[in-house]
């Protein structure tokens, strides 16, 4: 994206201008005129004889060079600017700065960089070392991408589906020029017919009859009956023509229109345009009921994020809402698309190879999405690639400017293979003490967002295997009725082909209970406590870890507490201290994590529920007593 980037990716860094004085470079500068800029400034600096240009000369010359891709240039004067503001540096600079290493594959360096920039934000190294991550042990599900045919030597881009026809933009020499930008010429909207086997494209025309507008015009997005088509256009606010000589300016909106007879109708720009900010590239969910762009609208978190809008059946919209941190960065994100339960964007500022990179992300609802990794190649390179479109028949086109293209930007077609991206993970769930098989056990496996990837069950002899997919953090949950449930934490290898076991032992519900006539009670042995009191002795505390170990393994268990005392003593005081007693039990579970409302009751009976005949005047041994001194935790649902 050469020119192109000045008119429809909405990057316009604001000018600044050298030490107050006022050059002819900042005013080219300022109309997105890099290459006169660009000779500018260069002219100014030669002029310097002992003094350094100004930080803000500097800025402005990095940013032109930057953005008419020139990265080597861009990258000396980005570290002049490094090595006099340091880690102080401005954010979205040093993004650029970044970039410029990238895309000369310096990636040693770029990575060094960001971890010293970035030393004092946590979240943000996580991310980055979990998209690196990612990206290192990528294996490609991607063929070759192939480069279109009715590409142009100038810029063909932004691929979207009409009917059975492909929409793309481009400047092609069938446009009329634009007076701006070196007289570029301007964007239109092209049709073509696709052939669903190659992807390639043909029969180009200009799409509707009345779309030469004298505007920019591109990445059109269509509502599910093609009725409504929104998309960016270039407007300009001069007396609706870009005066470059006497500082006319645009910027970028979504316009909606209707398509009727094959012509454009009923257009009229989306409310949340403003003339203050830019706002392009839109896109239409599967069901016609949201609609994503980007824009740099104020209160974002970069240089341009990613929102949605609730669409209605008019055509117009909701409130817009930022996609939030997770997607959008300090630096550019663009060109939003969607399929099935994935966002795919193009940023800067994600981990990747230099310049745009398409990321994916797994949406759940409308601003909760998983961290975005890297597509890697081919659909990635050093240099810009955007304006991805998955198509439900596993292919879909992207546009690059990458080295070996046609023109400044062309159309790819990419298609999607069948890769082995998965380890084969397999075990037995066994009895815990026996290891006696557990067959028909469930087990779901989360991923590191703990959302469920997929669940099954073991064999009748307790075998069960399943693909993962490689370099994953993920969580094992087994369980099944009268057996404990674990769970076990699983890092896949980083590559495909490896196999991994693992055992895991149940505790079967029977092995902690003991029947008592009709009731279950949790097998422990008797609970001492000091004479006349109620403290949890160290004794105490170990038994009661038992009912601990079943109600969290269980997580369904519940229980009511019964504390009982032999016959000698007093009637009403033994009542009250095995009430007492009840109670500090009650207690020491709740203050072990126990939910209080998993413990129906805790009551003391005194010697009102005698196991023998010891009671009042019977003479008894200490045995037969101790019988009768007892907590029991009885089991009212599991």
Known sequence: MKKIINILTIVTPLAVFAQGSYLEADKDYAMLNYDKAISGYEKHISKLKKESPSTDVMINLANSYFYTKDYSNARKYYFQIYSMQGNNMDEALFIRMISTLRTAEDYDRANELLKSYYAGNPQRIKMLVYQKGTLDSLTSEYKDAVNMSINSKSADFGVTLYDKEIIFSSSRELSTASPEMTAYPYL????????PTTG???????????MNSGYHDATPAFTPDNSIVFFSRNFLTKNDKLDAQNGGVSNVMIMRGRVMNNQLVDIVPMDFNSKDYNCSHPF???????LFFASDMPGGHGESDIYVAELYNDGSTGEPVNLGPMINTPG??????????????SSNAHYGYGGLDVFSSKMAGKTNFSIPENLGKPINSNMDDFAFIKLQDRTGYFSSDRKGGKGDDDIYWFEMVELKK????????LTKGDDTPVPNAKVQVYDVFNDLITEFQSDDKGNYNVDLPCNSQLKFVYSKPEYSTETVSVST??????????????TSFSSLVEKDG???KIKVDPIYFDYSKWDITPQAEGELNKILFAMEKFPNLKIKIESHTDARGSDSYNLKLSDNRAKSTMQYLISKGI????????????????????????????????????????????
Request: net charge positive; charged share 30%; glycine share 6%.
């Open 518 to 520: 009709i009731l279950e």
């Open 284 to 290: 239409v969910s599967k069901d016609g009921k949201k």
């Open 332 to 345: 550019v994100e663009l060109f939003p698309s969607i399929s099935g339960d994935t966002l795919f964007f």
């Open 595 to 638: 939910d209080p409302s998993r413990i129906e009751s805790a009551i003391g009976y005194g010697e009102t529920r005698l196991k023998n005949n010891c009671k009042n005047g019977v003479k008894c041994s200490e045995d037969e007593h101790f019988t009768n001194r007892r907590s029991d935790f009885i089991v009212i649902s599991k």
């Open 422 to 429: 998965f380890i084969a993970y397999s075990g037995l769930v």
């Open 493 to 506: 290898p980083e590559k495909p082909g490896e196999s991994k076991d693992n055992n895991v032992r149940l």
């Open 200 to 210: 390639q494209l043909s029969n180009v025309k200009t799409f509707l009859s009345n």
């Open 188 to 195: 239109n909207l092209y049709s073509a017919t696709r052939n």
